[in-house]
């Protein structure tokens, strides 16, 4: 769909828009369905995850500054909410809730830490503003978190815990569904029972249920890093690269492709 990307990830479809960041290029783009652009951000930073307040307002994560980053309408950008104190090293993944809960993950850990890894942890900012740690124990850099259809739910793909967390954000219990031998990577609700997540060390995309049962796997032609579903159901989008590191990057072979689908794994319709 679009194509000579550095390193896409973090795609949410909106209003008739797939939106991704290109990591490599410190950028925000959003494309229709037939890959046109349709909007260019330039941050003049390394984003992370992205998401929406009610209002419209468009947040980023800012990798490097440790915070996120609101452009509204009118334009941007802000600080929105300083996550420094409250980081495990720096934030990547972010999630926004209908109701403008902005959830956070910090890594924890560099990407070639040696083991055992100290833990990451999920940090909540309140429409308020306020912030607070909502999980912090064992979680093996948290990576492209996203929340379930019915916003009761917190997916956390933890890439070297070859597994993903469930968190019930009602109860804050937790769900360990195993991945054994994945790089579990970006992740979104797959219908109302489940969740797509993709396998960075490899060129798939898997589906689990919430009692972490393996329900399909897609194949796309280079490792995937981040999933995404269009509002209809029937697309399931991919950000796909050679590799994360500089080499690749500077390759710009990065892509976001899509197989179809059959509308039974309708994903959120907002980030």
Known sequence: ?????????????????????????????????????????????????????????????????RRVVAFTKAGGPSTYADVAPLARLRPN????????????????????????????NIILVEPSLRQGVLFHDDIRFPNGISLSADERRLYVPETFGERVSIFDLESGARTIAPA???????????????????DAGSPRVMRIDHAGRTLETQTFSR????????????RLYAAVADDHGAAARARRTGAIVWKPLDGSCQGRTCG
């Open 93 to 120: 993944g972010l999630c926004v809730s209908r109701e403008g809960r902005a959830y956070v993950a910090t890594i924890g850990s560099e990407l070639d830490a040696a083991p055992p890894r100290p833990s990451g």
């Open 1 to 65: 769909m679009v194509g000579g990307l550095s390193f896409p990830e973090e795609p949410r479809w909106r209003d008739g828009l797939l939106w991704f960041i290109d990591a490599g290029a410190d950028l925000i783009l959003a494309a229709d369905e037939d890959g046109r652009e349709a909007r260019r951000i330039e941050l003049g930073f390394t984003p992370g995850g992205i998401g929406w307040l009610p209002d419209g307002t468009l947040l980023v994560v800012d990798v490097v500054g």
């Open 223 to 234: 490792r995937c890093f981040a999933p995404a579903v269009n509002g209809r159901g029937d």
């Open 180 to 198: 054994p031998g994945t790089w579990p990577d970006g992740s979104c609700a797959a219908g109302e029972h489940g969740l797509w997540f993709a």
